[in-house]
Nanobody
Framework: QVHLVESGGGLMQAGGSLRLSCAASGRTFGINTMGWFRQALGKEREFVAAITWSLGNTYYADSVKGRFTISRDNAKNTVYLQMNTLKPEDTGVYYC?????????????????WGQGTQVTVSS
């Protein structure tokens, strides 16, 4: 079992920045990829960014490339999502997720463990 807890969401004006954190506990030695997803009201959950746990390779959705940065601190078992130049369309509940199984990062069904989510609201 892996337990994930997100923090750092909130209300921000367009153009501002927020940093989300995701602390992992439990069977973290089995994690191969950590991902961030978001879900806007009435829409499906979508991939935002991912990072491989050992090598730190990063992947981004086109919509956030150049604005968001994913990073990890293995010693703290924590993954971060630095979000800059926020836009109203970035509004949603942000979830972190842990993949302990097949290689891959974009599909939600690859991730076995999910946090409870943190709300990000960007006003125009």
């Amino acid at each position: 079992q892996v337990h994930l807890v997100e923090s750092g969401g909130g209300l921000m004006q367009a153009g501002g920045s927020l940093r989300l954190s995701c602390a992992a506990s439990g069977r973290t030695f089995g994690i191969n990829t950590m991902g961030w997803f978001r879900q806007a009201l009435g829409k499906e959950r979508e991939f935002v960014a991912a990072i491989t746990w050992s090598l730190g390779n990063t992947y981004y959705a086109d919509s956030v490339k150049g604005r968001f940065t994913i990073s990890r601190d293995n010693a703290k078992n924590t993954v971060y999502l630095q979000m800059n130049t926020l836009k109203p369309e970035d509004t949603g509940v942000y979830y972190c997720a842990a993949n302990l199984g097949p290689l891959g990062f974009r599909q939600p069904n690859l991730y076995a463990y999910w946090g409870q989510g943190t709300q990000v609201t960007v006003s125009s």
